[in-house]
């Protein structure tokens, strides 16, 4: 949160059992207090259901996105990691790697 940024607060009702689970956790040094371990919580749970979204592109754009990607990034990707990071579409990036691939422009990676 930046300084800027007002803070809200968000009152929350959980069963006794996840209050004492949480507790055992703050107890065991792995959080401040019941609310910060709640924060890194709806934190975590934002950054997944972060919307995404997919762009079209042409084979070859995305040959070229592709490309510079493993260039600025090297080392071994899988094929969904780019995808995710470059915010094209699985089916796009999966045909480009593999046609890239058989034209020997990459190569596969032995993990």
């Known amino acids: 949160m930046s300084r800027s940024e ?27 207090s019941a609310a910060d371990f709640a924060r890194e919580a709806l934190r975590s749970m934002l950054r997944e259901v972060e919307p995404t ?8 754009e995305a040959e070229t996105m592709i490309d510079q990607f493993l260039l600025q990034n090297p080392g071994p990707h899988f094929a969904s990691e780019i995808a995710e990071a470059l915010g094209l579409e699985y089916r796009t990036t999966f045909e480009t790697i593999r046609r890239m691939l058989e034209e020997g422009k990459i190569r596969k990676s032995r993990l």
Do not use: M
């Open 6 to 32: 007002q803070a809200y607060q968000i009152a929350v009702r959980v069963t006794r059992s996840e209050y004492e689970r949480i507790q055992d956790l703050v107890e065991a040094g792995l959080y401040r």
């Open 53 to 60: 979204s997919v762009r079209d592109v042409s084979v070859k």
